[in-house]
């Protein structure tokens, strides 16, 4: 793990990685995304995956090297509880405030990463993304999480991986 948090510790994350670290040494690093598809035989399956063959190498060579970390940023307790915004300017300038605070967290994040995607999170949380890393380039990753982390006290920021780069596999 590569973050600070006392919800995720090396006791409940373990046998997870356990799992996935056990696929991946088998070389299933990359989902092949083929829409559920029932094949009649081996040559239909053959003959979709020729057909898809340079789909798939551009792909593996965009995410060979690399792995996937995952950034979860909950707010600060207390700011859950706060009571809803009595106006509408009230609730926009709160919007405008989590949206700089979870900028300062996925910007120097996205500059240490090849590729990143945010995705849509719980109301609790300011940020919910996942970071395409290069491996040499995941113990900087991991000193600018726990520097960002250090710096806002108050946030809890949860980092998770390395993973196979399923994110980033279409």
């Known amino acids: 793990m590569c973050g600070v948090s006392s919800l995720l510790t090396q006791t409940t994350v373990a ?12 070389n299933l690093s990359m ?14 399956l053959h003959e979709v995956l020729a057909g898809r063959q340079q789909e798939f190498l551009t ?12 950034i979860r940023a909950l707010q600060p307790h207390e700011a859950q509880h706060v009571a809803t915004p009595v106006s509408g300017r009230a609730y926009l300038e709160s919007k405008l405030r989590d949206g700089r605070e979870a900028a300062a967290l996925h910007e ?5 990463a090849a590729a990143s995607t945010r995705h849509a999170g719980r109301p609790d949380e300011l940020l919910r993304a996942s970071y395409l890393v290069d491996t040499e380039a995941v113990p900087r990753f991991r000193a600018t ?3 960002l982390q250090r710096d806002d006290a108050d946030v809890a920021v949860l980092c998770t991986g390395p993973w196979p780069p399923y994110s980033f596999t279409t």
């Open 59 to 70: 792909a593996l060579d965009r995410v060979r090297g690399r792995v996937e970390l995952g």
């Open 15 to 26: 046998p997870m990685g356990t799992v996935i670290s056990g696929g991946w040494n088998l």
């Open 108 to 112: 120097p994040l996205a500059a240490l």
């Open 31 to 44: 989902s092949m995304r083929t829409r559920s598809t029932a094949f009649a035989d081996d040559d239909a």
């Open 145 to 147: 999480v726990e520097r």
